[in-house]
């Protein structure tokens, strides 16, 4: 049976110059004729084109990452064309905020093509499957995007010469958008496409986040729902469909943590399309391997995982390195193995503590470009979801979730978990980064409550920590600059009816 690695790997050419503009229509339509799609063989090489403009530069491959943990308020680098994400005031013209833009409208643009193309009006259970995943792809990319941008434009079907540049949409129509998109999407994805391709579960999760964010953000709500039963509604059609692996560093290790049972949604990476991400953020001279170490941990996210699990060492192991053996015999400490914990004002290296999740593992290899898949959705993280959810509609149900996940890692809930529904919701906030720091999820997390939440969870906290080392770096505080990217210069430029 052939996998969606291979599907890619077929249709890797077709998408190889997607980013050579960064305008927001900038390329044709992927397919546009509805003969193509008339046959099984042909909707799938066109739904693997949508696949691969999400692992593309612009999105999965690099870029996209990028964006979320550089301007998340958790990390550090130096990465000359970043600082104003790191600060949490991203520039119109930075680079990543254009083509994290272009890379996502290009993945829409193709999706919309399938969904028009292909007919659902068949019996044929892969030609339905294909659809449905067009649909749950268009409504992830917009999910992403309404929560980084705001107000964007919406378009849901192919593009012509008469709806070329698009108005931006206010967030509840793009809202009401996605739900109806992963709708769809549930009811069409059955399973058909076989290994490597996410299940309708995917789309039940990805609907009980955008509940969740609904839920936390009145102001982009449609009506009055209630928006964390609706999460729960859906959330619970995923639980007991995976499982938690036994072994949480297994999750990480790049040589055996793919397609896993725990893992619902994963981007496939392959021999030709290769992650350049783990060469940027793996562990110099760790292996091996040359690499880049671009990424680093603020401090004050480690010490607070440490003080609210001093025993945790399956997880503190499998996400920060303090201290290896480096391949020329010494050893290199970082914070806070190094100087006893004391961070050096004078020293970078030894003031940030390294991800280690993101490290390439083997040590022999040679080519520091990787095939490992990128997880977008785990199990884990589902549980995360239900513990919350259940604790905002106090139905009894919290704790069961948090004793699950936590009882992988041989740990029980803490004493804050007890002490009632507001502190429950502080420390299920934090459980999210102890259990997924570096996965992609910070950004999202730490400003679904709100600015406030935000100021007060992550911003202010880093700044105490900032004015005592010289190597850090001050967040801005306006809500205006920290709460979204910037709108892109490329899509004003290019746009007429973008003001």
């Given amino acids: 049976m052939r996998t969606i690695k291979q599907y890619i790997l077929c249709t890797f050419l077709l998408g190889f110059f997607a980013f050579s503009s960064c305008s927001l229509e900038e390329e044709p339509p ?12 042909n909707a799938e090489s066109a739904l693997n084109g949508v696949y691969h403009a999400l692992a593309d530069w ?9 964006a979320l943990n550089f301007n998340s308020g958790f990390y550090m680098s130096r990465d000359w064309q970043s600082a104003d994400l790191l600060n949490l005031d991203p520039l119109q013209g930075n680079f990543i905020v254009n083509i994290v833009w272009s890379g996502h409208y290009n993945t829409i643009s193709r999706a919309n093509d399938v969904i028009s193309g292909v007919s659902v009006d068949t019996d044929d259970g892969l030609i339905k499957d294909v659809v449905g995943q067009a649909y749950f792809l268009r409504a992830f990319s917009y999910f992403n995007l309404v929560r980084l941008y705001g107000d964007i434009p919406l378009r849901t079907e192919p593009v012509n010469s008469e ?6 949409e206010d967030s509840k129509v793009v809202f009401d958008q996605i739900i109806s998109d992963a709708k769809s999407a549930i009811t069409y994805m059955n399973g058909a496409k076989g290994p490597g391709y996410p299940e309708q579960y995917a789309a039940n999760m990805l ?3 955008v509940y969740m964010h609904l839920a936390t953000n009145p102001d982009l709500q449609s009506g009055s729902a209630d928006y964390w039963q609706l999460a729960y509604d859906e959330a619970i059609k995923v639980y007991g469909k995976y499982t938690l692996i036994s072994n949480y560093d297994e999750l990480f290790d790049g040589r055996t943590n793919e397609n896993t049972p725990e893992s619902i949604f994963e981007i496939q990476f392959n021999a030709t399309i290769k992650s350049d991400l783990f060469r940027d953020w793996s562990i110099s001279n760790y292996g091996a391997f040359g690499a880049w170490m671009g990424l680093r941990v603020n401090p004050e996210v480690y010490d607070r995982h440490l003080a609210a699990y001093p025993t945790d060492t399956e997880r503190l192991g499998s996400t920060f390195l303090t201290e290896y ?7 290199s400490s970082f914070y806070p193995a190094y100087n006893n914990g004391i961070r050096d004002g004078s020293n970078y290296n030894q003031s940030f503590t390294l991800p280690f999740k993101t490290t390439i593992k083997d040590k022999t290899k040679t080519n520091n470009i990787s095939e490992r898949n990128t997880t977008i959705y785990r199990y884990g993280d589902l549980l995360i979801m239900l513990a919350e959810i259940s604790n905002e509609l106090n139905n009894g149900q919290q704790m069961g979730y948090v004793t699950e996940l936590l009882a992988r890692v041989g740990l029980t809930p803490r004493a804050e978990y007890s002490g009632g529904q507001d502190s429950f919701r502080e420390a299920i906030m934090e459980e999210y980064n102890y259990e997924l720091l570096t996965e992609g999820h910070e950004w999202y997390n730490n400003r679904r409550r709100g600015y406030q939440w935000f100021m ?35 899509e004003i430029s290019a746009n007429p009816n973008i003001d």
């Fill in 30 to 41: 992927y397919l546009t004729s509805e003969t193509i799609y008339s046959k099984p063989d």
């Fill in 58 to 66: 612009g999105t999965y491959r690099y870029f996209f990452p990028k």
């Fill in 163 to 168: 709806t070329l540049y698009l108005p931006k």
């Fill in 207 to 209: 609907l009980a986040k």
């Fill in 325 to 331: 053996e480096n391949t020329f015999g010494g050893t």
């Fill in 456 to 490: 007060d969870h992550v911003i202010n906290p880093h700044n105490d920590y900032a004015k005592k080392n010289a190597q850090d770096l001050i967040f801005a505080t306006a809500e205006s600059s920290v709460m979204h990217l910037a709108f892109p210069a490329n």
